[in-house]
Each structure stands twice: as structure tokens, then as C-alpha cells.
């Protein structure tokens, strides 16, 4: 895929106007890996890309890689200002074929990034569906919270729960359930995919770990020493999974 810019210039930019700029530093890493590996396993510029779930990351695809970027979300039908195209569609309605909204794609590429987890619906709904947006030998990326990361390991080892309980904002709920990478690659296999690739990573900024309003003081102390020592973990106790995975013909 094709870039257009370094990605600093554009994570910079885009964080001075962001509604929440601390939950966009949590992620820049993040956002700059899922850059790297669409830059390496992805096609040529032209090729059509879903990001799902619209945010700050779609803006910053199309940015980076040059290409036609559309996004699937909650929000209603819309051209953005930058000329973004965004469907609208709820993935916990996949469990309702006659409701899959099919007058999209196909798309070469499929972003998935951080959304399983707030879906209540069986993921092997919500990938079949996706499936069948994409082309032949499309291309999906995934990635979503490690469900067996070392800080929610010691959390119940200490009997205290390491998942949040569900939210009453039904736009913003929370995480319905979280995945380790082992159920993510049977999901992938039995839902039509071939797992190309699965990464286990903390790509995080964890100085800005708390980011629920976005103008939270960063971490001065915890942080960069959670930043220093979280990569250097197994790789199954770290936070992140992305994996890479092409529709089967």
C-alpha cells in the first residue's frame, strides 16, 4: 500500500484535534503497527478498505496508506469532510441474516480493530458477515485485548475481577467479552479464513492509560516503567493480538 506521510506527522496532527487526544496517544503504537502490517501484507494502492468501527484510526488509513477508506459503525450513513465514505450497521444484528447489509464492498481489505470485544453477538456471526464483504482472498486484520494479559492474570489472583462490568451507555458498552489468541485462530479457521499471521504485543502508551476524558495528566512514574518492562513478557501475557487472515475461495 502506499503512504503518504511519516507516520508521526499524521498521529501528530490529528492528536491536537482530537475529541479525546489521551485515548489517541494510548493507542499511537497500535495504530502505527496496524500501519506496518498493512503496508506489508496488504495490496496496492487503489485496492478498497472497511475500517470498522469509525474513529480517528479511519482518518489516519487513509491518510497514511493513500487509499479509498470507507468505515461501518452505529453512526447514520455520511460522507465525511474528508471525503470518507461511512455505512451504517450494528455487527450484533449479523445474527439476523435478512438484516446483513450487503449494498457495500466487496473490499480488498478489512480493518477490525478493537470492536469484537464490544459486540454481544457470536463472533462467528459477526466474521462470516464479514466475509463476505471482503473479495476473494481478502484481506482481514484483527485486533483486539489479550483476555490472559499478566495484569488481568494478577488481578484474579488476587480475587478481584479484571474485566469491567457493562456500561449503560448502549453506544459506548464496554467489553461484552474478551478472546485469547487460541480462540481467535478457531474462530478465524471455522468462520472461512486461513490465519496467515498472529501477534502478541503490548503496543500501548501506557502514560496514558486513563483517558476518560482525554485530558488526563500522563503518567510520570508507572507509565514509562509499564512501557519499559511489558514488551519483555511471554508473548501470551502481553496485552494486544493482531492477526492477519484471508478469506478462503
Same mark, same amino acid.
Given at each position: 500500500m502506499h503512504s503518504t506521510s511519516t507516520g508521526a506527522d499524521w498521529i501528530d496532527r490529528v492528536l491536537s484535534g482530537a475529541a479525546n487526544p489521551g485515548y489517541v496517544a494510548f493507542h499511537r503504537p497500535r495504530f502505527r503497527f496496524l500501519i506496518d502490517v498493512l503496508r506489508s501484507r496488504a495490496g496496492r494502492r487503489g485496492d478498497r478498505l472497511l475500517d470498522?468501527?469509525?474513529? *480517528?484510526? @479511519?482518518?489516519?488509513?487513509?491518510? $497514511? !496508506?493513500?487509499?479509498?477508506?470507507?468505515?461501518?459503525g452505529l453512526e447514520a450513513d455520511r460522507q465525511t469532510r474528508g471525503g470518507l465514505r461511512h455505512h451504517r450497521f450494528d455487527l450484533n444484528d449479523t445474527q439476523y441474516r435478512d438484516r446483513w447489509r450487503m449494498?457495500?464492498?466487496?473490499?480488498?481489505?478489512?480493518?477490525?480493530?478493537?470492536?469484537?470485544?464490544?459486540?454481544?453477538?457470536?463472533?462467528?456471526?459477526?466474521?462470516?458477515?464479514?466475509?463476505?464483504?471482503?473479495?476473494?482472498?481478502?484481506?482481514?486484520?484483527?485486533?483486539?485485548?489479550?483476555?490472559?494479559?499478566?495484569?488481568?492474570?494478577?488481578?484474579?489472583?488476587?480475587?478481584?475481577?479484571?474485566?469491567?462490568?457493562?456500561?449503560?451507555?448502549?453506544?459506548?458498552?464496554?467489553?461484552?467479552? *474478551?478472546? @485469547?489468541?487460541?480462540?481467535?485462530? $478457531? !474462530?478465524?479457521?471455522?468462520?472461512?479464513?486461513?490465519?496467515?499471521?498472529?501477534?502478541?504485543k503490548h503496543y500501548f502508551d501506557a502514560r496514558y492509560a486513563r483517558h476518560e476524558r482525554g485530558d488526563e495528566a500522563p503518567s510520570r512514574f508507572m507509565g514509562p516503567i509499564k512501557n519499559a518492562l511489558y514488551p519483555l513478557l511471554p508473548a501470551t501475557w502481553r496485552e494486544g493480538i493482531t492477526i492477519a487472515a484471508r478469506r478462503r475461495a
Open positions: 470498522v468501527g469509525a474513529s *480517528e484510526l @479511519t482518518s489516519f488509513l487513509a491518510a $497514511e !496508506l493513500g487509499n479509498r477508506v470507507e468505515s461501518l449494498d457495500i464492498g466487496p473490499y480488498d481489505v478489512i480493518v477490525f480493530a478493537e470492536v469484537l470485544e464490544h459486540l454481544y453477538t457470536a463472533p462467528e456471526l459477526v466474521l462470516s458477515y464479514l466475509k463476505e464483504l471482503l473479495v476473494p482472498d481478502g484481506l482481514l486484520i484483527v485486533q483486539t485485548p489479550n483476555a490472559v494479559a499478566l495484569r488481568k492474570r494478577a488481578k484474579m489472583l488476587l480475587g478481584l475481577n479484571p474485566f469491567e462490568r457493562i456500561r449503560t451507555d448502549r453506544d459506548n458498552p464496554g467489553h461484552f467479552r *474478551e478472546y @485469547t489468541a487460541r480462540e481467535l485462530r $478457531e !474462530l478465524l479457521v471455522g468462520s472461512g479464513f486461513s490465519v496467515e499471521a498472529v501477534w502478541m
